[in-house]
């Protein structure tokens, strides 16, 4: 059954390509919605049923392999279709197809009263096939382009409402900046290519030790380079500010490809890699120091926020940081197990926001809602599970046991430090505030907007199903003094070896003590300021310094400022000044020296004999002369 | 003899239409689509039937040829060869050639047998300029696709085409002028060293000469073809030249005529004057990397849409010339690559730009926006070749875009990375196209989305540029055995060996 691989990914293409011809032929809402969502969750099902195959069949090299066509063979450079599925990727196209194909029935209720539903629904197929080919190529050249795929789709989705220019703009920020990313990326694949002969993965990985010498500057250039198009996708500093605008998307198109699959690819290429990233400590530095720095900024910016999707951009930003801080310090399966629970608690919280904002005559501000607790009661018990997940709530959440383990990791893995983790902490005390902050402005108080219409079948069961693994899915894997049950690690470490620890795992305790204490004190934090005692909170506002931090933590620390002075403008400004081209005016001005010339000589040429016989004198006297001083 | 045929099919269908116009208005694009038709048919079987065929291996990689003393006391003759580089090309003038008589279908309604007439002249002339093997024939025809191209222009062009065309025929002209120089002063050189005076390509490739001598010849070649490519700072002809020529003057320009300046360098620059080519490659691909990012930034502050495709295609063609000079197989390949899909994916644009004038009236894009609300199949595919444009994998332009910058960081790290920076600024131009023409608010304009002749041809080249990008196989394996003997000649100490290789 596992040759059925190639369906995995078929189905979704097929998808999109029977609804880009319904679009052309014009068709019904339920056939669209069929197709679209029968596709996914068709998907979903061979997934099963060859994930179950490739786990039975326990492969000696722990991979399968399904070669499709020889793409492209020149001089050297052989590139096949080929798809492969291993641990980590199993891992990838199950959330991918299964979120996938929740939100995808979601979306059939929430885009009904869409002009374009068709056109939805087609994007939606290509990037999920997209997303697929990403995870499960077996070169580099075919994972490029499923990068490059999904990031078309979440161009085209971001921007689905065309009609506002605004939005148009987000879809082109999100694309651009991405592709900057993907531009390093594509040089990091010169450099593998020419290195190692090869762009096949598993090739890579196999040679690079014979390759390369640990720590050499070509393998921290390939490292940092593949770095810059995880940076890019990921949204990770400095080249986050797209996600944010990309919130102008709809929500299922939020938590599907800004949540929960895309903006992870980053995470995937530097686990798919680790074999190139653990030969460069440098590397694994910066990683691990850019996810620090981008979870605590991303975390103090989502405490800010007004627009309930924007608070969950920053935190998906945020939670990514927490993934790269993982792979920095060697915790691979650390970082791949957090990518999972944060996939079904994050796209869980999206398709909620986007049902309440639905109801809400779509207010986006949290400020305008409120009360929404005995309303919407399935929206309240499905939202709370996925925030007490993103808090990381201990002992009930999965998001604590995954968080935990990042922790613990960053104090006490091998290229861990107790900087890393102090940071850590201290996100995951800003994460439980504004979590807190969101369902408290959210759920309680009194209520500011009217409900217009409440979410009907298709999106509510959705909802309680990613509650359900919201919920429970961190239970497979369980920290050493907690029962230590490790079927996720178990799992990938097939593909990925073992976080080498430089402390020994008694102390770690401590650490989850803290932790707690850190999610219980934001919570708690935020309960006084935004519950008990909201007129403390107005006397804070007073304050002039803490309001300018606010103030700058809000535009997301100046990063749009800086880029549209140093980029932008000065980009914008050459385009403008030198839209006539000023390599052709070099060519008009010969053209207006002959020009002129010509008349010059033609003015001579007048008809008035005084002038013919001025100018024969002249030029007499003038040649009698020369000849005179010669 | 089936390659004479091709060239006596596209200019007897010219005359044919010429004569026919007299009497009737649409008898002309019938003979004009029914030679194309003919001619890509014959290329394409040709191209089927000796698909196999195409192996290094082979003594020879010249497939067909044709030679009959023409002006035989001067050494001239009119000699015609095919390998599988010109076959390529060849299939794909025809290709356009059919489209771009579609695509005049409704447009041209004056005159339209003078304009057939030259429509499938200039066809010829490409077909020639793709097959001679004689530089005096080379010559001749490189001519006979510049003049009735001057006429296209200058009779059928919008409101500033007077100028246009003048601007095109004295830029085509004075550097054809330099090249004709330089093949006369190869010619006698040639002649001075054997006693032997012919403008055989396959004799003329042997020529010793003083390095010094080398370079001013190649110099003359090199100026003519870099003004067709165009390379910068010869691009200023191509933005009026295209953006005041008919739709099917600007898809015959950029699919066709700027490939004429690529296929030069390949086939006469590199193979004659290899030291030469090879002392000029910095400061040559120096050229195409500007290009490459003064044609983005170009494009990028249009506001005339065909102006915009037109400096896309110099940012485009910066691409092959960095490709041609980095000298290995990966490069050039990408090079042919890169010909083939340009000229799809700019002529769908080019195409498309005509479909809109043809409905609002105009190229400007401030005057459009929001078109996707009433033309939807329009702005679907316009995404497509936006997205071509841009580079994305999957479509044929990746292909080409990543094997010349593959093969280009074998030779000069730097310029690949700069040359690279082009594929950010060319999502930023492109993304612009289709923010400007389709989305944002709809301004009430009245237009009806794609009729079934237009969405044969969209159809047409969408197949083919999704095809090229998932099945690029069949033009690398078809390139190969040129591609490959040019880099051999490329080969230090190599340069000045025999690679006469006449057909069997």
Redesign the interface.
């Known amino acids: 059954m596992e040759n059925l691989l190639w369906l995995i990914p078929a189905l979704p293409l097929a998808g999109f390509l029977i609804l ?1 011809t319904l ?2 032929v014009g068709a019904g809402k339920k056939i669209t919605a069929l197709v679209g969502a029968g596709s996914i969750c068709l998907s979903a099902l061979v997934t099963l049923v060859v994930g179950a195959d490739f786990l039975g069949a326990a492969h000696e090299s722990g991979t399968y392999s399904q070669t499709l ?7 050297g ?1 052989s590139i096949k279709m080929t798809l492969t599925l291993d641990a980590l990727s199993l891992v990838f196209i199950f959330v991918i197809t299964f979120i996938g194909a929740l939100i995808h029935i979601y979306s059939a209720g929430f885009m009904e009263e869409d002009r374009d539903y068709t ?1 939805f629904f087609a994007s939606m197929n290509l990037f999920v096939f997209s997303m697929l080919i990403l995870v499960l190529a077996d070169n580099l ?1 075919l994972m ?2 499923g ?3 999904v990031g ?1 789709c979440s ?2 989705l971001i ?1 689905f409402w ?4 605004e939005n ?1 703009y987000a ?2 920020k999100a ?2 900046m991405t ?2 990313g ?2 390093a990326m ?2 990091a ?3 593998l ?2 290195q190692s002969g090869t762009l096949v993965i598993g090739e890579i990985s196999t040679a690079a030790p014979g390759i390369w010498t640990p720590n050499s500057t070509t393998v921290t250039c390939i490292a940092l380079l593949l770095l810059a198009g995880g940076l890019g996708k990921s949204a990770q500093l400095p080249l986050q500010t797209w996600l944010p605008d990309a919130m102008a998307g709809p929500s299922p198109v939020s938590a599907l490809i800004h949540a929960a699959t895309m903006v992870t690819a980053g995470v995937y290429l530097i686990a798919r890699m680790h074999v190139v990233f653990g030969l460069s400590e440098v590397a694994q530095t910066v990683v691990a120091v850019i996810g620090a720095v981008t979870l605590l900024l991303a975390g103090l910016t989502a405490l800010t926020q007004h627009d309930i999707k924007r608070v969950l951009a920053y935190s998906t930003i945020s939670q990514i940081g927490y993934m790269f801080l993982a792979l920095g310090v060697g915790a691979w399966t650390a970082a791949v197990f957090h990518f999972m629970v944060h996939a079904f608690f994050k796209a869980l919280l999206f398709l909620a926001a986007g049902a309440i904002i639905e109801a809400l005559h779509h207010e986006h501000s949290m400020f305008k809602m409120g009360g929404l607790k005995d309303k919407m009661p399935v929206i309240f018990w499905t939202f709370m599970a996925g925030a007490i997940s993103l808090a990381a709530l201990p002992l009930i959440s999965s998001g604590f046991y995954s968080k935990d383990q990042i922790l613990w990791y960053a104090w006490g893995a091998e290229g861990g430090s107790p900087l890393l983790w102090a940071v850590a902490l201290l996100g995951a005390f800003i994460t439980a505030i504004y979590t807190a902050r969101m369902v408290i402005l959210t759920f309680w108080g009194e209520a500011k907007t009217e409900i217009s219409h409440y979410p009907g079948k298709r999106m509510t069961i959705p909802l309680v199903v990613l509650a359900f693994f919201s919920v429970f899915a961190g239970f497979i894997e369980l920290p050493h003094n907690f029962g230590h049950f490790t079927l996720f690690s178990d799992l990938l470490h097939g593909v990925m070896p073992e976080t080498a620890l430089r402390v020994d795992v008694s102390s770690e305790w401590i650490f989850q003590l803290l932790a707690a204490a850190a999610t219980l004190g934001g919570i708690g934090l935020a309960y006084f300021y935004y519950y008990k005692q909201p007129q403390r909170l107005e006397n804070l506002r007073q304050d002039m310094v803490l309001s300018a931090l606010h103030e700058f933590w809000f535009s997301g620390w100046g990063f749009d400022k800086l880029y549209n002075v140093v980029f932008v403008r000065p ?1 914008l400004a ?3 000044l ?2 006539a ?1 000023v ?2 005016q ?2 008009t001005g010969i053209v207006a020296g002959t020009d002129g010339l010509y008349r010059l000589v033609a003015r001579t040429q007048s008809g008035s004999l005084r002038w013919y016989i001025m100018g024969m004198v002249i030029g007499a006297i003038l040649i009698l002369g020369i000849q005179m001083m010669l | 003899m089936i390659l004479v045929l091709l060239i006596v099919i596209l200019m007897a269908g010219g005359i044919l239409a010429l004569i026919g116009g007299k009497w009737s208005h649409s008898f002309p694009r019938g003979v004009a689509l029914a030679s194309c038709t003919v001619a890509f048919l014959m290329m394409l079987s040709l191209w089927l039937g000796r698909y196999k065929g195409f192996n290094i291996d082979a003594d020879s990689n010249w497939l067909i040829e044709y030679h009959k003393e023409w002006i035989p006391s001067f050494g001239i003759s009119f000699h015609l060869a095919v390998d599988g580089l010109s076959l390529l090309l060849l299939v794909l003038t025809c290709f356009i050639g059919i489209l771009a008589v579609l695509c005049s279908w409704e447009e041209i309604r004056e005159r339209t047998g003078f304009y057939y007439f030259n429509l499938l002249w200039i066809l010829a002339g490409v077909a020639g300029v793709f097959m001679a093997m004689d530089l005096f024939l080379f010559y001749f025809f490189w001519e006979v696709m510049l003049i009735p191209m001057y006429f296209l222009i200058g009779i059928w062009g919008s409101e500033n085409r007077v100028y246009a065309s003048y601007k095109f025929f004295i830029f085509t002209q004075a550097s054809g002028l330099l090249m004709f120089l330089a093949i006369l002063g190869l010619y006698f050189v040639h002649g001075n060293n054997t006693g032997f005076y012919t403008f055989n390509y396959f004799e003329l490739i042997n020529t010793e000469m003083p390095p010094q001598t080398a370079i001013w010849l190649m110099m003359g070649f090199m100026i003519a073809f870099a003004v067709k490519l165009p390379v910068i700072p010869f691009h200023t002809w191509l933005p009026d030249a295209h953006g005041e020529a008919p739709t099917a003057g600007s898809l015959i320009l950029a699919g066709l005529l700027l490939k004429t300046g690529a296929y030069g360098m390949l086939r006469f620059v590199i193979p004659i004057f290899p030291g030469a080519a090879a002392e000029i490659a910095l400061p040559a691909m120096a050229l195409g990397v500007a290009g490459i990012l003064y044609g983005a930034v170009m494009a990028y502050s249009q506001t005339d849409l065909k102006r915009l495709v037109a400096f896309t295609s110099v940012s485009h063609m910066g691409f092959v010339i960095v490709g041609i000079f980095a000298f290995n197989e990966l490069a050039l390949q990408g090079v042919v690559m890169q010909l083939v899909t340009h000229a799809i994916s700019t002529g769908a644009l080019f195409i498309m730009a005509g479909m809109i004038k043809e409905r609002l009236h105009t190229r400007d894009l401030g005057q459009m926006g929001g078109l996707w609300t009433q033309m939807p199949r329009m702005g679907a595919l316009g995404i497509v070749f936006a997205m071509a444009s841009l580079g994305l994998p999957g479509l044929g332009s990746f292909i080409a875009e990543f094997l010349i910058l593959l093969g280009t960081f074998n030779a000069q790290v730097w310029i690949t990375v700069i040359a690279a920076s082009g594929l950010v600024l060319s999502a930023v131009y492109s993304l612009r196209i289709v923010q400007k023409i389709f989305l944002g608010p709809p301004r009430g304009q009245l237009a009806a989305d794609l009729s079934g002749r237009e969405m044969m041809i969209m159809a047409a080249l969408t197949i083919s540029i999704v095809w090229l990008g998932l099945f690029p196989q069949p033009i690398i394996n078809t390139a190969r055995p040129a591609i490959v003997q040019l880099v051999q000649m490329l080969e230090p100490g190599n340069s000045l060996q025999s690679h006469q290789s006449y057909v069997k």
């Open positions: 880009a679009a052309v066509w020889t793409w492209l063979e020149v001089a450079l056109r050249l490029y382009l990068w490059e795929g078309l161009y085209l921007g065309y009609e506002k220019p148009g879809a082109r694309f651009t592709r900057v993907d531009t594509a040089i694949l010169f450099m290519f020419y980009f050459i385009a403008k030198n839209k081209d390599i052709d070099l060519y």
